[in-house]
Nanobody, 126 residues
Framework: QVQLVESGGGLVQAGGSLRLSCASS????????MAWWRQAPNTERELVAAITSDARTHYADSAKGRFAIARDNDKNTVYLRMNSLKTEDTAVYYCAADKIDRYSFRYYEIYGMDYWGKGTLVTVSS
């Protein structure tokens, strides 16, 4: 099994920045792709950014140019740097991991991923 623990969420003003971290433990050798998702109240969970084991990345349109995903394999950690935050970025952000690097990130959007963290709340105030 794999455990994912997110940190770094909090309250930030619009225009500010945050960096989320997700530490993985357990059977980490089974992890290939990692990703950040988010879910705002009364909305579906959205894939925000993903990165494969060979460093291919994917971003939701809403995240392009503002967010950056990175992974440190030595530390078994994936990060999400969020800049120019907007009130609509307010959500619970979840870290997720999958045992397979998919060619199409759309696969993850449809079928989800194998492992999930419990989430960290990001609140962006106006």
């Amino acid at each position: 099994q794999v455990q994912l623990v997110e940190s770094g969420g909090g309250l930030v003003q619009a225009g500010g920045s945050l960096r989320l971290s997700c530490a993985s433990s357990g059977n980490i050798f089974s992890i290939k792709a990692m990703a950040w998702w988010r879910q705002a109240p009364n909305t579906e969970r959205e894939l925000v950014a993903a990165i494969t084991s060979d460093a291919r990345t994917h971003y939701a349109d809403s995240a392009k140019g503002r967010f950056a995903i990175a992974r440190d394999n030595d530390k078994n950690t994936v990060y999400l740097r969020m800049n120019s935050l907007k009130t609509e970025d307010t959500a619970v952000y979840y870290c997720a991991a999958d045992k397979i690097d998919r060619y199409s990130f759309r696969y993850y959007e449809i079928y989800g991923m194998d492992y999930w963290g419990k989430g960290t709340l990001v609140t962006v105030s106006s």
